[in-house]
T-cell receptor, first 112, second 115 residues
């Protein structure tokens, strides 16, 4: 499974757009890119998943360049409640293992 | 509908004791996962069930850890002879089939403290 690298922490202010970039240089052809969000004392929560180009849902957008060696999670107009740890994961939809491999994530702090 | 539930939410035990942690997955989800999360770290995979069988238990740290899912729904993580290093939040997740293409839905976790 591809290893990911993302910033340990980021600060932002309410109303700003936040972009968190994740590097995954060894991503395989079958790998998807998935982002999870985790609030204190809660389990991680799925945010968005993509394979290539751009994916958008009601929560975020995910930008994936053509070489797929990185991806950027974009959170529009963050609020205080977006303060959380964000994890970038890559993996395929086949094989014998279905488990997710989490890194340390990016701790986003949104200030008023 | 109901999400993944885990009981107890907190468990305090003494070193050397036996503990059981329970996970109720989302109804109809065939895949169930256990993870362990230490402070400041991301969740770490322990074991994965597809139906009743453990499809992958490569993440269990040693033979003190064991998990079952006898009827393909509820799962129990069992830890024998607990050690202080076992203190962590134990997370359970379920998915309709096999991740990561299928979203994993996590429970709130059980915080285990071994004194």
């Amino acid at each position: 499974l591809a290893k990911t690298t993302q910033p340990i922490s980021m600060d932002s202010y309410e109303g700003q757009e936040v972009n968190i970039t994740c590097s995954h240089n060894n991503i395989a052809t079958n790998d998807y890119i998935t982002w999870y969000q985790q609030f204190p004392s809660q389990g991680p929560r799925f945010i968005i998943q993509g394979y290539k180009t751009k994916v958008t849902n009601e929560v975020a957008s995910l930008f994936i360049p053509a070489d797929r060696k990185s991806s950027t999670l974009s959170l529009p107009r963050v609020s205080l409640s977006d303060t959380a740890v964000y994890y970038c994961l890559v993996g395929d939809d086949g094989g014998s293992q279905g488990n997710l491999i989490f890194g340390k994530g990016t701790k986003l702090s949104v200030k008023p | 509908g109901a999400g993944v539930s885990q009981t107890p939410s907190n468990k305090v035990t003494e070193k050397g004791k036996y503990v059981e942690l329970r996970c109720d997955p989302i109804s109809g989800h065939t895949a169930l996962y256990w993870y362990r999360q230490s402070l400041g770290q991301g969740p770490e995979f322990l074991i994965y069930f597809q139906g009743t069988g453990a499809a992958d238990d490569s993440g269990l740290p040693n033979d003190r850890f064991f998990a079952v899912r006898p009827e393909g729904s509820v799962s129990t993580l069992k830890i024998q002879r607990t050690e202080r290093g076992d203190s962590a939040v134990y997370l359970c997740a379920s998915s309709f089939s096999k991740a990561p293409a299928d979203t994993q839905y996590f429970g709130p976790g059980t915080r285990l403290t071994v004194l």
